[in-house]
């Protein structure tokens, strides 16, 4: 009998049945799709040994006037600036007390001290730095008593509780793998001092949460909804996580971390020793900034500083989640409108609050929790117009969304749009597959990562039984196919000013993508499991049962540096439609294309899987030729 080559539909399909996907994927992970051939994702490697605290959720890359690197990163608990492998904290202070105001009380045989400061403003997980305190008499020097503190707990609005940790010790020398490991010194019968008169307390911005919370029961949704005096499982935010936005300022940086103030970062004072960053409105020159956003960027055509959701040049503090202020050109301190600027003010008409917004070479696009919007410069007197594009429109979070050139896709509530001149949704052949198993109470942990060089968008998701981001789901926008995989990262950056995408992981590193073949997150290096598998196949209708003898898988593995790489492939049988596979048979693969496989399987319907556990291997599949002819029931 001849041999019958099989040439499978590209992308994986879970929008109809397995057997009705006949001649497609069904499955696979850590896998893409290149000219219709399935083959195994790059790996990745850590950038540098250190690690940063919290979780990242907002990066952005950009070079100095001098062409040095720079990543902004921007954790629930931290914002740093990544330079050559290293993280510099530039969290802003956000309070400094007067000399004298914070005090301090140790326990014998305990490392906890009590913080008195009246009004401290402080919660827990904020850090604070102090300066010329003394000793408290013992162990409790001034040397462990002058550095910073992340706070552990909070009495009332006048105390709270730190870890007194070996003096000398940075919060950037005990971070170990994105947590806190600190040498712990317990104070003795001789602390029985406060610190002296002179201690100052530098306290950063308050940190944010690396998790959405929420509350239910009595008056949590809507007023009216549901039969009165009945018990609800609506779930209604009550706290946001820590996201931020981002843009460089020529070789500065603004950040804003999602409702909350805005902040400048001055590259030129930072050359030597790194500065934090200060409030926009303390800028020198500094008219009507303002003060809280939901998000900011520097548009990059007329070059002025945006912030959406923020607050009135006449209520600076009182934040108006639809309006939109932009400053005047070039001038990143002026927002104050006068005859002779161009600052102003916009405000969307439709919706409660901004959302999301995503920058375009030609507009922007912001989106509202009912409707989408498109922002173009005019010039001058109006300098920003508004226009509403469509109605109905949802966005999963403020970082779902993500423009490829002049075109923009984004994650829905439970679809994928794109926009290039109108809305539209894309089909998705792995919606439901995404959808029906989705935290959609941290949904807005959702981001979208562009790999340019393999024309994706990366979608990354909590899936529903995780509260962090553990899926992906990937759209080729050149070939429009769909397929998806397990990976846990946290934000995300296209090669540009680095060589290869950037990643952030969970565990408190930064990841180069498309490095290599295997998860460098452990040392030495592990193997990434990947795999395809196809829905069954059959002669005629499956009427018939068949005879399966050899497979010449045609797999290729170029530029693996293994000695000798390899795959699995398994071939499986059933006999129902619908049913389980009732046989499998699992063959391994060589570099050899002469290499046939032997099986001796009989069914109606089979399928094919290959997969690879194995370190320093990339592979893809062409197209297998099976030996395969009708047969008898026995």
């Not at 008499?137 to 730190?162: C, F, H, K, M, R």
């Not at 170990?176 to 406060?194: C, F, I, Y």
């Not at 934090?276 to 303002?290: E, K």
Request: glycine share 12%; with cysteine; charged share 20%.
């Amino acid at each position: 009998m001849p041999l019958t080559k099989f040439q499978f539909r590209p992308g994986i399909n879970r929008e109809v049945t397995n057997y009705t996907n006949e001649g497609g994927w069904h499955d696979g992970d850590k896998i893409r799709f290149t000219k219709g051939f399935p083959e195994k994702i790059g790996g990745w490697v850590k950038k540098g040994v250190l690690s940063f605290l919290g979780t990242a959720r907002s990066m952005h890359p950009w070079r100095d006037l001098i062409g040095t690197r720079l990543i902004g990163l921007g954790t629930d608990l931290k914002f740093y600036i990544e330079e050559g492998g290293g993280y510099n904290d530039i969290t802003p202070i956000r309070a400094t007390t007067a000399a004298g105001e914070v005090t301090f009380a140790a326990t014998d045989g305990s490392s906890t001290i009590t913080v008195s400061d009246v009004g401290h403003g402080a919660i827990v997980g904020d850090f604070v730095t102090y300066t010329d305190a003394v000793s408290l008499g013992g162990n409790i020097t001034a040397g462990v008593l002058n550095q910073e503190y992340q706070i552990v707990a909070i009495s009332d609005t006048d105390t709270y509780s730190i870890q007194a940790r070996e003096a000398g010790t940075s919060i950037s020398s005990i971070t170990v793998d994105g947590e806190l490991a600190p040498v712990l010194v317990a104070a003795n019968s001789s602390d029985t001092g406060n610190g002296g008169s002179s201690t100052v307390g530098a306290y950063q911005i308050n940190t944010g949460l690396d998790t959405s919370l929420y509350g239910n029961g009595w008056g949590a949704g809507f007023w009216s909804r549901g039969a009165w005096g009945s018990a609800t499982n609506i779930n209604t935010l009550t706290t946001n996580l820590r996201t931020y936005s981002q843009d460089n300022f020529g070789e500065d940086l603004i950040f804003n971390p999602h409702n909350g103030g805005i902040f400048y970062w001055d590259r030129s004072a930072s050359y030597t020793t790194y500065q934090r960053a200060i409030p926009l409105s303390d800028l020198a020159g500094s008219s009507g900034a303002p003060t809280i956003a939901k998000h900011v960027l520097v548009s990059d055509r007329d070059r002025h500083v945006i912030a959406f959701g923020c607050d009135a040049v006449d209520n600076i503090g009182v934040q108006d989640p639809l309006l939109i202020r932009f400053s005047d050109q070039e001038n990143a301190a002026d927002w104050t409108p006068t005859a002779t600027n161009t600052a102003g003010d916009l405000r969307i008409g439709s919706g409660s609050e901004i959302l999301g917004v995503v920058e375009t070479r030609q507009q922007t696009l912001v989106f509202t929790d009912t409707s989408l919007h498109a922002m173009q410069y005019l010039g001058p007197p109006f300098t920003f117009g508004i226009n509403l594009i469509s109605e109905n429109i949802s966005i999963q979070g403020p970082n779902a969304g993500v423009a490829v050139d002049d075109m923009v896709l984004w994650m829905g509530e439970t679809e994928f749009y794109t926009y290039n001149g109108a809305v539209q949704r894309i089909p998705c052949s792995v919606r439901s597959y995404v959808f029906d198993n989705f935290n959609f109470n941290q949904g807005g942990k959702v981001f979208a990562g562009l790999n340019s060089a393999h024309s994706e968008v990366w979608w990354f998701y909590p899936s529903a039984s995780s509260s962090n981001v553990d899926r992906y789901v990937v759209y080729n926008y050149a070939e429009q196919t769909w397929y998806y995989g397990s990976l846990d990262r946290s934000a995300w950056i296209d090669r540009g000013a680095f060589e290869s995408p950037l990643a952030a992981g969970l565990d408190g590193y930064l990841y180069e993508h498309e490095t290599g073949f295997d998860d460098g997150s452990t040392s030495p290096a592990s193997a990434i499991d990947s795999y395809i598998q196809s829905s069954p196949l059959d002669i005629g209708d499956g009427e018939q049962f068949t005879l399966m003898r050899r497979v010449f898988p045609d797999i290729g593995f170029k530029n693996s540096t293994a000695e000798s790489p390899s795959a699995d492939v398994t071939m499986s049988v059933r006999n129902v439609s619908g049913g389980s596979y009732i046989r499998s048979t699992t063959a391994t693969y060589l570099d050899d294309d002469r290499q046939q496989l032997n099986f001796r399987l009989r069914g109606r319907q089979f399928s094919i899987k290959v997969s690879c556990d194995n370190t320093a291997t990339t592979w893809r599949l062409g197209s297998p030729r099976v030996d395969i002819r009708p047969d008898g029931r026995r």
